[in-house]
């Protein structure tokens, strides 16, 4: 079993930033890629931003790009979503997810895809 711990959310005014983490333990795989997914009362999981293993790929979702950037390192098992120019409409239940994979460059969109999920961390972003 791989457990995932997400951290740093929290409540912030419009404009503000927040930084998350996710860390890693347990059984961690020798290549794996991550994503952070959020989900808002009332409406279904939806894609935030991806990770290869390399760290070399990464990729967004429209609503977020420009504004939040992944990142990790493989070091400490921990991905990183830094988040800036925060408005109302990102306020969500932010959660990680990672999957073992052989390829080191791939990343992964579709919340299906992934094998393991973090508790979720709340953001709050008020206007």
């Known amino acids: 079993q791989v457990q995932l711990v997400e951290s740093g959310g929290g409540l912030v005014q419009a404009g503000g930033s927040l930084r998350l983490s996710c860390a890693a333990s347990g059984r961690t795989f020798s290549r794996y890629a991550m994503g952070w997914f959020r989900q808002a009362p009332g409406k279904e999981r939806e894609f935030v931003a991806a990770i290869s293993w390399s760290g070399g790929n990464t990729y967004y979702a429209n609503s977020v790009k420009g504004r939040f950037t992944i990142s990790r390192d493989n070091a400490k098992n921990t991905v990183y979503l830094q988040m800036n120019s925060l408005k109302p409409e990102d306020t969500a239940v932010y959660y990680c997810?990672?999957?073992?994979?052989?390829?080191?460059?791939?990343?992964?969109?579709?919340?299906?895809?992934?094998?393991?999920w973090g508790q979720g961390t709340q953001v709050t972003v008020s206007s």
């Open positions: 997810a990672v999957r073992r994979v052989e390829c080191g460059s791939c990343y992964y969109v579709g919340p299906f895809q992934y094998d393991y």
